[in-house]
């Protein structure tokens, strides 16, 4: 217990001392999870809203999904698909400067630590951005402690912390990074809400511009009644 109080009070200090100095934003996530089969099928659907400042001036939305199959307990393919509209939050009105239609296809691989428990995420996607056609290349890192249980299950507080690099086949190569660190709580077996900390930085040729946001993520998880008996990590899909 001192050990997780030391982390705890190791990633407070952590996200302070990164988001003292610049604005905040919000990140607004909502995604609806149905469990892959006994047969390893599953899918998902999302939707996300984000703005420049702190739940004011809109500038972005996605809507995506995709349809995953377990190929083990710790192995799960996915295909997904997307759509994502950017928008200049002084000029609504003019409609979104940037129209994005996305393609991806993803193997995800978890690992167990005893109660941590680690995602490791691998993206390869292809963008239409305004009609003019891209390649990326994503790796995020996700952990993962349950607090008051070993296990996550209805009623368990847990720590969630993510590390994200975005790489392209175009200059510049690194294209961007995502960090993450939140609180969550599995109430039940079908819901799960968590909040906290995001910083997105995106790296041009000669710099990178990064910007603190406030995450606020809520998962609603079907109850199949031939569902996979593999324990299923709180995580959302982008």
Not at 55 to 79: H, M
Not at 109 to 130: M, P, S, T
Not at 157 to 172: S, T
Not at 210 to 215: E, S, T, V, Y
Request: proline residues 3%.
């Amino acid at each position: 217990m001192k050990k997780l109080i030391g982390f705890v009070g190791m990633w407070l200090l952590f996200i302070s001392q990164n988001a003292y100095s610049q604005k905040w934003g919000t990140w607004g996530i909502g995604s609806v999870v149905l469990p892959a089969s006994e047969k390893g099928w599953g899918a998902y659907m999302e939707a996300q809203v984000r703005t420049n400042a702190v739940f004011d001036e809109f500038q972005y939305y996605e809507v995506k999904g995709g349809i995953s199959y377990d190929i083990d307990k710790n192995f799960t393919a996915l295909i997904g698909t997307g759509r994502y509209e950017t928008y200049d939050y002084r000029d609504l009105g003019k409609g979104p400067v940037i129209g994005e239609t996305r393609l991806w296809e993803q193997m995800t691989i978890n690992q167990f630590l005893n109660r941590l428990k680690f995602e490791h995420r691998y993206r390869i996607e292809q963008r239409w951005l305004n009609g003019v056609y891209r390649n990326r290349y994503r790796y995020r890192l996700n952990l993962i402690l349950p607090l008051n249980n070993v296990k996550l299950q209805p009623k368990t507080f847990f720590v969630n912390a993510f590390d994200e690099i975005f790489l392209n086949n175009k200059a510049p190569r690194f294209e961007r990074n995502r960090i993450s660190a939140g609180l969550g709580y599995q109430a039940t077996k079908t819901w799960i809400f968590q909040a906290g900390w995001l910083n997105q930085t995106n790296f041009s040729l000669t710099e990178g511009i990064g910007k603190n946001n406030l995450m606020m993520t809520v998962i609603y998880r079907i109850d199949r009644k031939k569902q996979s008996p593999n324990e299923h990590l709180p995580t959302h899909n982008d």
